[in-house]
């Protein structure tokens, strides 16, 4: 199989997140629940963890990265922080629903900043015009997970900041290969996956978190046992229960692999990739394809349509010549409204730093096969 779904989950491992994963099994009990060896050694990683990602995001304050399950997980405990019913809220075309069910959930009045795709100073342009002093924060995706769209998150930050609007982002297609960096964006909050583009195990994420934070779960913590409440200080406060320390260990492991490699060195791979993907099923009649004109402003994830076939044929055939791919509407309707597929949704093919340009060559000469045939 050739797997061309990173953007859901990196199937792809370094060696050495299985053998995290494998030494915490049987070496490490659960950190903060006990002075003996195997909890000690747990508490370590899960330190290591935080250490790591506050080196590889540029947090200033480790206490500051909390572990989660993943990044919905995170963007739910940001949001909950910061909104009340009836709360005015920004969010660009193309946020998943893992921002847009919350927000719904909680009654918040969702102001949406459309733009058309890989315009990325038409989408600057529309949050200009939407943050107000009404607005109570900000919440948008450094990468659109369904075109690979690059929204300009450092320039709505600084919108953000110049107005006192908090800002939420959604790192879910971009850490581990576009540039994060905490201290510049001064978000309240980031939220990312450890089962992408950091290449650790699923049921894995962090949560970059400031002191707006409040606890989503409540239960113990390892830490002021005699506190009938949560503990009122990062990292503690976020996470309640017990860790999943094979997890941690292996997302530590994953991290590692990207400080190794450099993530402009991934963005560089995976650009590369998505080029010659675009420009491969750009030549195949009947194939319409969604790609940036200008690199810059796509990521590692590239859709497309075929008029002869719904996009679920598609993936299916694909799927018996061999090729993981998704096809629908990518858990992001808004974004799919957005861009105009809402009806058909797409076929998505996302890279990761273990594709190759021979396996992008056979893709598209699968899918001008199945073009061929129809």
């Given at each position: 199989m050739i797997y061309l779904d990173a953007a859901a989950?990196?199937?792809?491992?370094?060696?050495?997140v299985e053998k995290a994963v494998l030494s915490a099994m049987r070496t490490?009990?659960?950190p903060g629940r006990g002075g003996h060896k195997a909890a000690m050694r747990a508490a370590e990683k899960l330190y290591e963890c935080r250490e790591r990602a506050a080196r590889l995001f540029h947090v200033p304050d480790v206490e500051r990265?909390?572990?989660?399950?993943?990044?919905?997980?995170g963007l739910n405990i940001a949001i909950r922080s910061l909104v009340r019913p009836g709360d005015r809220v920004v969010?660009?075309?193309?946020?998943?629903?893992?921002?847009?069910?919350?927000l719904n959930a909680l009654g918040a009045d969702?102001?949406?900043?459309?733009c058309p795709v890989f315009d990325r100073e038409a989408a600057l342009r529309a949050f200009d015009r939407l943050i107000d002093r009404h607005t109570r924060c900000v919440a948008v995706n450094h990468v659109s997970n369904v075109f690979g769209f690059v929204l300009p998150v450092y320039e709505i930050a600084a919108l953000c900041r110049e107005r006192g609007v908090p800002l939420i982002v959604d790192a879910s297609q971009s850490a581990g290969v576009l540039r994060l960096d905490a201290s510049a964006l001064d978000?309240?909050?980031i939220a990312m996956p450890g089962h992408k583009a950091l290449y650790g195990p699923q049921g894995t994420g962090l949560l970059i978190a400031s002191d707006a934070a409040r606890p989503l779960l409540y239960g113990g913590s390892g830490s002021d046992s005699k506190n009938p409440l949560m503990p009122d200080y990062l990292p503690d406060m976020?996470?309640?229960g017990t860790h999943n320390t094979p997890g941690v260990a292996g997302l530590c492991a994953g991290m590692e692999f990207v400080e190794s490699r450099g993530p402009d060195a991934i963005a560089a791979h995976e650009r590369s990739l998505i080029a010659a993907l675009a420009a491969g099923l750009s030549s195949i009649r009947g194939v319409r394809v969604f790609a940036a004109p200008d690199p810059a402003s796509q990521a590692g994830v590239l859709s497309f349509q075929l008029d002869t076939l719904s996009c679920e044929e598609v993936g299916e055939r694909l799927d018996r010549a061999g090729f993981a791919v998704r096809a629908g509407l990518h858990c992001a309707p808004l974004a799919h409204r957005t861009v105009g597929t809402i009806s058909r949704g797409t076929v998505r093919a996302s890279v990761s730093a273990f594709n190759t340009r021979e396996e992008i060559a056979a893709f598209i000469k699968a899918v001008d096969s199945i073009a061929r045939s129809v």
């Open positions: 989950t990196t199937l792809q491992k370094p060696a050495g490490m009990a659960s990265v909390a572990v989660t399950f993943n990044a919905t997980h969010i660009s075309g193309y946020e998943h629903n893992s921002v847009l069910r919350p969702i102001a949406v900043a459309d978000a309240a909050f976020l996470e309640a």
